[in-house]
């Protein structure tokens, strides 16, 4: 059994996902900021070791990454010129899982160039958001070799209700990309409904509680319009700038595949609009907020 395991970053997903790891193993975690780093391995049970740079994983068996795009994963995992990477400083047998949301090319290039030193190579993204993190019921899509997400399903299943083999390298994040571009035209089709129904005179809660139970429900009227939305606490707990990556990764697949997409391609732009207006820190329920204002 792998004894030792890695994460490396903890932000609004990893720093719950992290809870959820057996703690009779030895865990070790990284975080740019290494404040925040401290802070989460004091609320965890177990032998629990904060590696101050990346060649603290050197004993890890298997490491797991929540970074927020490609240009981060391919900083930790390949390195920078001049300061080695992950895949360096881990022995030949470990596993490399990247659970975050990153380009399905890079996903390949990465496992490549893994498998050249030994270490094999897991995309294993997640859907569900904080609430999904904070309750370990996300979904987790997992590409890659099949022997390898069996030696960690069930450190997976700790995390996610739902594990599922989706396909070779890359396929992952493939999919994730497409499953968040689906769900970003779902919020925003759902933002621009209750916006009119409000200036018709219509109580949002109302509307939530029917809509919610009818045809147009959705996980975002399950989740994140009573969190975020008609609370008008805008903190769902995803960022508008992270959705709109995953909106462009699902869009190039889509582009590519030469798919016939005009609604997809209208909801691109408008998430387009919105990461442009909306704040850098913005989160993914301002874009509902955005368009209440315009409307208003």
Not at 37 to 52: F, K, P, S
Not at 264 to 271: F, K, V
Request: proline share 3%.
């Amino acid at each position: 059994m792998d004894k030792v395991l890695g994460f490396i970053g903890l932000g609004a997903m990893g720093s719950k996902m992290i809870k959820h790891l057996p703690n009779d193993r030895q865990r070790i975690l990284f975080d740019v900021d290494l404040e925040r780093c401290q802070a989460v391995a004091e609320t965890l049970a177990g032998e629990v070791l904060v590696a101050q740079s990346l060649d603290g994983f050197a004993s890890a068996q298997i490491v797991m990454l929540m970074l927020p795009d490609s240009a981060a994963v391919d900083a930790v995992v390949l390195g920078r010129e001049g300061s080695p990477g992950l895949i360096h400083h881990l022995a030949p047998g470990a596993l490399l899982i990247d659970m975050g949301s990153s380009q399905p090319l890079n996903s390949q290039t990465i496992a490549a160039k893994a498998q050249e030193r030994g270490i094999a190579f897991l995309d294993a993204p997640v859907s569900g958001g904080t609430v999904g993190a904070e309750k370990a019921s996300l979904a987790i899509m997992v590409g890659g070799h099949a022997h390898d997400l069996e030696r960690v399903s069930g450190l997976l299943a700790c995390m996610g209700s739902q594990v599922t083999h989706v396909g070779t390298h890359g396929a992952g994040h493939a999919l994730k990309g497409l499953n968040n571009l689906l769900a970003a035209t779902i919020f925003a089709a759902t933002s621009e409904v209750f916006t009119a129904g409000e200036r018709f005179g219509l109580d949002p809660a109302v509307m939530h509680r029917v809509i919610n139970a009818s045809s147009g429900g959705s996980f975002v009227t399950e989740t994140i319009w009573p969190r975020s939305v008609l609370p008008k606490t805008w903190n769902f707990g995803f960022a508008l700038a992270l959705m709109h990556k995953d909106v462009g990764i699902g869009m190039s697949l889509v582009r590519a595949a030469g798919v016939k997409a005009s609604l997809l391609e209208q909801s691109a732009a408008l998430w387009d609009e919105a990461r442009q207006e909306a704040a850098g820190n913005a989160d993914l329920s301002d874009y509902a907020r955005l368009l209440m204002r315009e409307k208003s």
